[in-house]
Nanobody, 118 residues
């Protein structure tokens, strides 16, 4: 059974930091490109960051550049998103996603709420 379980969300003040985690199971994690998406109330889901299968290449949305860092631990099937200098506009539900063209997989977690507010 495929599972992606996010954790680490919460309420943080502007300028603060959070580290999101995503625990993967039920599929070959190291063969999947992994992504973090977010969806704010009333807005479409947007891509925040991505990381290739072995972690060699990362990409970020302009809104996340220089503040967020995506990383992965293939030995432990974990995906992370370190978020620094958080802003109120970062408030959203954050989702972990894994995709593989070769294996035809497209898996989503249930999301974790991040709220940035004073």
């Amino acid at each position: 059974q495929v599972q992606l379980v996010e954790s680490g969300g919460g309420l943080v003040q502007p300028g603060g930091s959070l580290r999101l985690s995503c625990a993967a199971s039920g599929f070959r994690f190291s063969e999947y490109t992994m992504y973090w998406y977010r969806q704010a109330p009333g807005k479409e889901r947007e891509l925040v960051a991505s990381i290739t299968k072995l972690g060699g290449t990362t990409n970020y949305a302009d809104s996340a550049k220089d503040r967020f860092t995506i990383s992965r631990d293939n030995a432990n099937n974990m995906l992370y998103l370190q978020m620094n200098s958080l802003k109120p506009e970062d408030t959203a539900v954050y989702y972990c996603n894994g995709k593989s063209r070769i294996r035809g997989g497209d898996y989503w977690g249930q999301g974790t709420q991040v709220t940035v507010s004073s």
